[in-house]
């Protein structure tokens, strides 16, 4: 059995072993999220493996931050309406750890974690309906198929993501 757990980041995570294959998402963890959480900008979460040694292995992360998605539905309304969401800024899983490897399925992990917080948690406190991404073309099935998100958007043909959204009451 795996001992697994998620925590917020903080000074003293070893995060130079962490390595997704995509070096803005690596870059992102390793350079920028613990001064954006201190900025309050945003916060990141590590899903970590602690192994038979007592080490701590950051396994996966994701970041996450209070946003909004403009909305236009005339019937509704004449204008654009801006909804409240949260954002997952970032989510990647080590290399080592992806698409099942080791017997356990850290991503889907990691997004139900961070769901069920946003869920229970943070949208009782911002009163947040949605939460958003953008994910990378290739992942965006699993999104969907695993989670329910939904493509907002077709992104332009160039683009590497496609921007989703779950309903948080569905």
């Known amino acids: 059995m795996f001992d697994l757990e ?3 980041l903080d000074a003293q995570d070893d995060l130079r072993a962490f390595d997704c294959n995509n070096t803005f998402l690596n870059s992102f963890l390793k350079l920028r999220s613990l001064s954006e959480q201190n900025a309050k900008l945003s916060t990141t979460y590590l899903l970590r493996f602690n ?3 007592q080490k701590q292995v950051v396994i996966g992360f994701a970041s996450i931050k209070c946003s909004n998605t403009v909305y236009h539905d005339p019937e509704m309304s004449d204008e654009p309406q801006e909804i409240p969401s949260v954002y997952i800024q970032c989510l990647a899983i080590d290399s080592k750890w992806q ?3 080791k017997q356990i399925n850290a ?3 990691l997004l139900s974690a961070i769901i069920h917080l946003i ?9 947040a309906r949605f939460i958003t991404m953008h994910a990378l073309k290739d992942a965006a099935p699993w999104y969907e198929n695993k989670f329910c998100f939904t493509k907002l958007v077709d992104e332009s043909e160039g683009s590497e993501t496609e921007f989703m959204y779950l309903d948080i009451l569905r």
């Open 6 to 8: 998620i925590k917020t």
């Open 51 to 53: 192994d038979d040694k």
């Open 99 to 101: 698409k099942g490897k």
């Open 107 to 109: 991503g889907t992990k």
């Open 119 to 127: 869920r229970t948690d943070i949208s009782s406190l911002l009163g």
